[in-house]
């Protein structure tokens, strides 16, 4: 059975600094592209950050200069590090696996983690 659990969320003022952490279990870790993507209220799920099982990175316009994603093959964790948070960033945020290549595509994504609060106050 996979399993994605996401940890790392919370409450925080602009400008501070949040790690979101994400761990899997049940596959093939390195086999897979992982992602990270969000939901505000209201809004549909948008994307994030995604890293390739070839450590290629790619990021939402909106957070390319603040946030950054990494893995750890050998703890099948992904990290996703966001600096300078703003309000707008204040979201549900989910962390998703897909088998094989990085899309920006939420469908895409076949597994998924219960999502993590992240609330930004101004």
Not at 39 to 53: L, N, S, T
Not at 83 to 98: F, G, I, M, Q
Request: proline fraction near 2%; glycine fraction near 8%.
């Amino acid at each position: 059975q996979v399993q994605v659990v996401e940890s790392g969320g919370g409450l925080v003022q602009a400008g501070d600094s949040l790690r979101l952490s994400c761990a899997v279990s049940g596959l093939s870790f390195s086999r897979y592209a992982m992602g990270w993507f969000r939901q505000a209220p209201g809004k549909e799920h948008e994307f994030v950050a995604a890293i390739g099982r070839d450590l290629v990175t790619y990021y939402t316009d909106s957070v390319t200069d603040r946030c950054t994603i990494s893995r750890d093959n050998a703890k099948n964790t992904v990290i996703l590090q966001m600096d300078s948070l703003k309000p707008e960033d204040t979201a549900v945020y989910y962390c998703a696996a897909r088998a094989n290549t990085m899309t920006l595509t939420t469908r895409d994504y076949a597994y998924w983690g219960q999502g993590n609060q992240v609330t930004v106050s101004s």
